[in-house]
């Protein structure tokens, strides 16, 4: 395990224990290595997931889209679409309004893998994570997580801040 990735195992200290910050990043280490052994039997990473599921969801993108919106460097997205275009997955075409730059789709072989192995792949890793809690639970786990995401008060001073 990486020291960017410490491993998810053991308990934490108990001056940690409650650290929101700290349990959030153990529960997305441990969901990535998760979802690293979902993929890897077809020779591929989470990364790799991430771009095809995009591409699947928003159509052909420029590496540099994929990698703004994704939160991956340029140099490893340049690395994971070279990657996936080897293996058949993607393919680049010249992007019809900037004739400069690329797009990156799907091929039917990328969209089949996806939706018919690496999907299903992705809910069992999904459920695996998700294991310790009951349906209702992840139903206000995900509603939890979706008001951080989505329902963001606009930036200010803290609460209680004069």
């Given at each position: 395990?990486?020291?960017?990735?410490?491993?998810?195992?053991?308990?934490?200290?108990?001056?940690?224990?409650?650290?929101?910050?700290?349990?959030?990043?153990?529960?997305?280490?441990?969901?990535?290595?998760?979802?690293?052994?979902?993929?890897?039997?077809?020779?591929?990473?989470?990364?790799?997931?991430?771009?095809?599921?995009?591409?699947?969801?928003?159509?052909?993108?420029?590496?540099?889209?994929?990698?703004?919106?994704?939160?991956?460097?340029?140099?490893?997205?340049?690395?994971?679409?070279?990657?996936l275009?080897?293996?058949?997955?993607?393919?680049?075409?010249?992007?019809?309004?900037?004739r400069?730059?690329?797009?990156?789709?799907?091929?039917?072989?990328?969209?089949?893998?996806?939706?018919?192995k690496l999907?299903?792949?992705?809910?069992?890793?999904?459920?695996?994570?998700?294991?310790?809690?009951?349906?209702?639970?992840?139903?206000?786990?995900?509603?939890?997580?979706?008001?951080?995401?989505?329902?963001?008060?606009?930036?200010?001073?803290?609460?209680?801040?004069?």
């Amino acid at each position: 395990m990486s020291a960017d990735h410490p491993s998810t195992d053991g308990p934490l200290p108990d001056f940690l224990a409650g650290s929101t910050s700290l349990l959030l990043s153990k529960a997305d280490d441990l969901f990535n290595e998760i979802l690293e052994s979902a993929v890897e039997p077809f020779g591929l990473r989470s990364k790799d997931f991430i771009v095809l599921t995009a591409i699947d969801a928003m159509g052909p993108q420029s590496q540099q889209q994929l990698a703004r919106t994704h939160g991956i460097d340029r140099t490893t997205m340049v690395s994971v679409v070279d990657g996936l275009e080897r293996l058949g997955l993607v393919q680049r075409a010249r992007n019809p309004d900037d004739r400069r730059k690329y797009a990156i789709g799907l091929t039917t072989e990328g969209q089949s893998l996806l939706r018919h192995k690496l999907g299903p792949a992705m809910l069992n890793a999904l459920d695996t994570f998700l294991s310790p809690f009951s349906e209702d639970e992840r139903e206000q786990f995900n509603a939890f997580l979706r008001r951080l995401v989505h329902e963001r008060a606009p930036a200010g001073p803290p609460a209680g801040a004069s």
